[in-house]
């Protein structure tokens, strides 16, 4: 079976890079939120209000010697191409 098809949203091939880290890291993505988040404008929104966290969270926990793993922003890239 091929591990890419489980990420059926994401069919462009400019995105294979990102399915390719998803299977490699064996990372799911979250449950995908109601439609209307995931309207244009909306979903802009919402991946600058969650960059946001993710910066703080990551100086945050940098300066206790931890590394992020590359996650949050994997998901945040679904958010802003309107898969989750």
Do not use: C
């Not at 939120?33 to 960059?51: C, D, E, G, N, Q």
């Not at 300066?63 to 309107?82: F, K, N, S």
């Amino acid at each position: 079976m091929n591990p890419l098809k489980k990420y059926k949203r994401a069919l462009d091939k400019s995105d294979r890079g990102w399915r390719l880290a998803g299977v490699n890291n064996h990372w799911e993505l979250p449950v995908p939120k109601s439609w209307y988040l995931r309207l244009p404008i909306i979903r802009v929104f919402r991946a600058v209000v969650l960059m946001y966290k993710i910066d703080r969270h990551n100086r945050f926990y940098r300066r206790l010697g931890q590394v992020p793993t590359g996650y949050d922003e994997w998901v945040l890239y679904a958010i802003q191409r309107g898969w989750i």
